[in-house]
């Protein structure tokens, strides 16, 4: 080549060049504001709307479970065993809001764990528990999660094999008392701890850190929706149904919530909110927002909305009269459905979902020139 | 033919024995050593060695390396101080065979622990270690044999031109994918940002990213466009290293791309090094010996080596045609072919494993043996699937599950198309080998 072919050439592509330039441009004249994605306006809405909001209607659940425990310990009798029993099932509702937020100050640091292992770890070692009732002995910040959380405050409050006058009867133990107001103490002692690092300093701290690579805020939230929704799969589902591998059968005694019987409402609560975080509120200003600005996008939306109301029917197949621990001796194929079809929404949530929005979900991934 | 190839080659392996002015070679390897210094010990800093090596379960092997293991966290933090060690001795030239031998043995023992990890710029990083160690010390005359800078030159050319010729393709050209998907996500980068959500960005980033690298590499050897065409270097490495998560790679480019300089222009340099306070202490540039810089070419065996290993460098990328099938969808010869920031893929892969005698399936969760990264990786490269499901099987028959049979269903994304089956759901992967051939149970694209 020598150097007027060299020119040539490179006035060529230079030529194709600008031509594709001004293509693009004419092309995309009138929806230059589609292109762009206002992030930080999702995080405002994801902290103002949702997780400070869910922090603090658990927290002031907590602490009326926490007057509930008092009036029920001041004065046991079948009264106050109802009312503390129905505000732990509000509360335990209201968790589900607040429990897929877990970074900041609601993740892993150091020795604590993130939230919901702090607070909401299943199931629970009632031997550990009787063992803290009987010596009056207990430190609620060691290792045994098992023995501490809503469902150790489940485990005292709730009890089927047992009548409502034998369960009050129990409660003329003072151990049993002190561990029970204890219990409701430390929840409410994490719960604030959380609310109050939001309300001050987190939130702008949060909504600034608006980039996509590891350790923003988007790949957070990301990150610990994505697993709480696997987890929710995985844990409230699969190992009480015996869906792992080496499992022989359905073993009902991994179910959360095993004593109070509410299982299912909360499994299909905590989906719920797993639909809502994806959607953004009733002004669909989260994930999905995202998406629709994305290439792509809309082909996701409506596969991951088909499969959505696929979950729906499957939820509206189960029934929350008989308690899933029984049901599922029984019949367990409603909820294997039920976790087919969350499995199938899995990639919509997941991969296909942190694909399109070009977030980076670890450290150090990525290859380059 | 006009050609008379005998002497071709003849006159070839004349010139790549002449001893030439060591000086680009010496700054390079100053250059090189420290930046393998700053990058190993980067890499123990950021707590690497555990999330990469100690904490994972399971490890995905090379291809043909399955006996390379993970030693313990301590042995690889000594590994990572003798890097470090040998990085600065390629730096200063103290001890400098040893060094080299020491580094490219650690460094590519660290790389071969878990494929997850794979970068071209590693690969990279590993084929010039490999050849620092067979590099003649420089003379006392500052000398050292033309081969020496050549094989480096060379292999810095192939891989910015066959990284241009393989963003070559419909997606990234005519579509600006996957840039139109990375680029958005950075529009709160300095200045830049806002100009980063339009899709003419996208093009424009395309196609000068496609030139640039197909051309950079002769721009740099051609001494009227040199100027320029590293002020790009720079340029284009410090954007992309803004951009995206590509750890020092942009740096090792910067870095190494200087070899291309004039034979003056490196003396120029090195006279001011030199000039800095307590480096000729420290610094060895030569020999004070009259080394026989001819000596190691002077074999038959080393100059058919030094062939195979050219024809190998040349023609190892292009085996992915005698694969069927698109390669971004296969990656069947993917790896080991400088494609770099090609494409936009994930995956989602599901594991089922089945008790053959009592018929009962159990849905694996990833989590429970791989980390992040590592699942992130295997949910859309066939090879990796394929491991990991030798590994649960083998796994779960430990944990008394009889004659697992595993099978997967894998959901991948390319380039933010709708994700589609990777490879036959039904497919028992137990009785599937890791070969060369096609893995005739990846589906098509």
Redesign the interface.
């Known amino acids: 080549m020598n150097l007027t072919e060299i020119k040539s050439s490179l006035l060529r592509i230079t030529s194709i060049l600008l031509v594709l330039f001004v293509a693009a441009c004419e092309k995309n004249e009138p929806g230059i504001d589609d292109s762009s994605f206002d992030r930080k306006a999702m995080l405002e809405f994801y902290a103002d709307e949702m997780i400070v909001p869910a922090y603090s209607q658990t927290l002031s659940q907590i602490e009326d479970l926490q007057s509930k425990a008092q009036a029920f310990t001041a004065l046991p009798d079948s009264l106050s065993l109802i009312n503390i029993q129905q505000s732990w099932k509000s509360a335990i509702i209201s968790w589900q809001e607040a429990c897929a937020f877990n970074f900041g100050p609601a993740g892993e640091d150091g020795l604590r764990k993130s939230l919901p292992e702090e607070i909401a770890t299943f199931p629970v070692s009632t031997s550990k528990v009787e063992d803290f009732v009987g010596s009056g002995n207990f430190n609620l910040n060691d290792f045994n999660r098992d023995a501490r959380g809503f469902f150790a405050i489940e485990y005292l409050i709730f009890d089927e094999t047992r009548s409502i006058s034998e369960l009050v009867q129990r409660f003329s133990e003072e151990n049993r008392k002190s561990y029970l107001n204890a219990l409701v103490e430390n929840l409410k002692t994490r719960l604030m701890q959380v609310r109050d690092s939001w309300t001050s300093s987190y939130r702008s701290e949060f909504v600034n850190n608006a980039g996509t690579d590891a350790g923003s805020s988007t790949s957070m939230l990301y990150n610990e929706f994505v697993k709480s929704y696997e987890g929710a799969k995985n844990f409230k589902l699969g190992l009480p149904l015996g869906l792992r591998p080496g499992q022989t059968s359905v073993d009902a005694t991994l179910c959360e919530a095993l004593y109070s019987g509410y299982s299912f409402n909360i499994i299909k609560k905590h989906f719920e909110v797993m639909e809502n975080i994806w959607r953004g509120g009733e002004n669909e200003l989260g994930f999905r927002a995202y998406l629709k600005q994305v290439t792509g996008g809309d082909a996701l939306i409506a596969t991951t909305e088909s499969q959505i109301n696929l979950i729906h029917n499957a939820l509206d197949a189960i029934s929350d009269q008989t308690p899933m621990k029984d049901e599922i001796l029984i019949n367990a194929a409603p909820y294997i459905s039920l976790h087919t079809e969350l499995q199938k929404n899995t990639k919509n949530f997941k991969s296909d979902l942190s694909s399109l929005i070009g977030i980076a979900i670890t450290y150090s991934s990525g290859d380059g020139d | 033919m006009g050609i008379d190839v005998k002497s071709f080659i003849r006159n070839s392996f004349n010139k790549l024995a002449q001893p030439v002015n060591a000086a680009p070679f010496v700054s390079f390897r100053i250059v090189f050593g420290f930046l393998m210094a700053f990058s190993a010990l980067r890499f123990v800093l950021?707590g690497?060695i555990e999330?990469?090596y100690t904490e994972p379960l399971f490890h995905f092997h090379y291809y043909g390396f399955d006996w390379i293991h993970a030693v313990s966290a301590s042995w690889l933090y000594m590994i990572h101080i003798l890097m470090i060690l040998a990085s600065i001795g390629i730096m200063t030239g103290y001890l400098f065979r040893v060094s080299s031998i020491l580094l490219f043995l650690c460094f590519t023992y660290t790389e071969l622990i878990d494929l997850t990890?794979?970068?071209?710029?590693y690969y990279f990083v590993s084929l010039i270690c490999f050849w620092l160690m067979f590099i003649p010390t420089v003379d006392k005359h500052q000398k050292i044999p033309a081969w020496s800078i050549f094989i480096i030159k060379f292999q810095l050319t192939l891989v910015y031109l066959y990284?241009g010729l393989a963003k070559i393709n419909y997606d990234w050209l005519i579509e600006?994918?996957p840039l139109?998907?990375?680029l958005?996500?950075?529009?709160?980068l300095f200045l830049i940002g806002?100009l980063l959500?339009?899709?003419?960005t996208a093009?424009?980033f395309s196609?000068?990213?496609m030139?640039y690298?197909c051309s950079i590499a002769f721009l740099l050897m051609y001494k009227p466009t040199r100027p320029f065409a590293y002020i790009t270097v720079i340029v284009f490495h410090a954007l992309?290293?803004f951009l995206?998560?590509?750890?020092v790679?942009?740096l090792v480019?910067i870095g190494a791309t200087i070899i291309f300089f004039s034979d003056t222009w490196h003396e120029n340099i090195l006279k001011r090094i030199k000039a800095l306070p307590l480096i000729k202490e420290v610094f060895v540039f030569s020999s004070s010996r009259d080394v026989k810089t001819k000596s190691i070419f002077s074999f038959a065996l080393f100059k058919t080596f030094f062939v195979a290993y050219l024809l190998f460098q040349i023609l190892f990328p292009w085996r992915y045609l005698l694969y069927p099938g698109n390669l971004f969808w296969t990656e069947e010869g993917y790896r080991f072919s400088w494609r770099?920031?090609l494409m936009?893929?994930?995956?989602?892969a599901?594991f089922?494993?089945k008790d053959s005698k009592?018929g009962?399936?159990?849905?694996?969760?990833n989590?429970e043996f791989l980390?992040?990264?590592q699942e992130?990786?295997m949910?859309f490269q066939p090879d990796m699937i394929l491991q990991f499901a030798h590994f649960?099987g083998e796994h779960?028959q430990r944990?008394?599950?009889n004659q697992?049979e595993v099978r997967a269903e894998v959901?991948?994304?390319l380039n933010?198309?709708?994700?589609k089956l990777l490879i036959d759901p039904n497919k028992n992967l137990m009785l599937e080998k890791d070969t060369w051939k096609h893995k005739s149970w990846i589906l098509a694209d």
């Open positions: 950021l690497w999330d990469h990890y794979y970068l071209n710029h990284a600006a994918l139109k998907i990375w958005p996500a950075h529009d709160d806002p959500t339009l899709p003419a093009y424009v196609w000068f990213g030139l690298d992309t290293g995206f998560q590509i750890g790679f942009p480019m770099v920031m936009e893929k994930a995956g989602d599901t089922y494993v009592t009962r399936e159990g849905i694996v969760d989590r980390n992040a990264h992130k990786q949910s649960l779960y944990k008394g599950v697992p959901y991948v994304t933010a198309r709708p994700s």
